[in-house]
């Protein structure tokens, strides 16, 4: 829906963001693959493929894969919130939603994506013995748990 991206794409303008958009999936992800986007926002009745294809698509390429990913939805059954956590969105909001929601939620997960990649570029700054001196403590303190399949653990 045109009007609906026209709409969220001034208000994240006006919140003072830098917006891209795409008339389409294909034209989406040639964007993103040219100027890496911080995050993407994808209202997934209008993508013109199956409804998490898009999902499927960005996460399937390495240089996109860690990209906080909002999926907008009328769809608000549980099984495909479920399906489309497993495929790798990092927030799924039903509509109607405020658009407080939505700027929460890009708030959250741009947030989210600066610690890990500051998480990820102070880790490698460590030596690969303390790396591995970390794991193996990690080992030798585990608790191995057996849950029997159809059975609850709590």
């Known amino acids: 829906n045109i009007l609906v991206k026209d709409n969220i794409s001034e208000i994240l303008l006006m919140s003072g963001y830098k917006v891209a958009t795409a008339e ?44 906080p990913f909002i999926l907008l939805t009328a769809k608000s059954e549980r099984n495909y919130f479920r399906e489309a956590m497993e495929y790798g969105a990092d927030d799924y909001i039903t509509k109607p939603f405020a658009i407080s929601e939505l700027l929460r939620a890009i708030d959250s997960q741009l947030k989210k994506a600066k610690l890990l990649k500051e998480g990820n570029s102070s880790s490698h700054k460590e030596s690969p013995k303390k790396q591995a001196k970390d794991i193996q403590s990690l080992i030798a303190n585990r608790k191995i748990h057996f849950v029997k399949k159809n059975n609850t653990y709590t």
């Open 24 to 67: 389409n999936v294909k034209i989406g992800f040639k964007k993103a693959l040219v100027d890496i986007p911080e995050l993407v926002i994808c209202d997934i009745e209008t993508a013109n493929v199956d409804s998490l294809g898009v999902l499927r698509i960005f996460k399937s390429n390495p240089e996109l894969s860690t990209i």
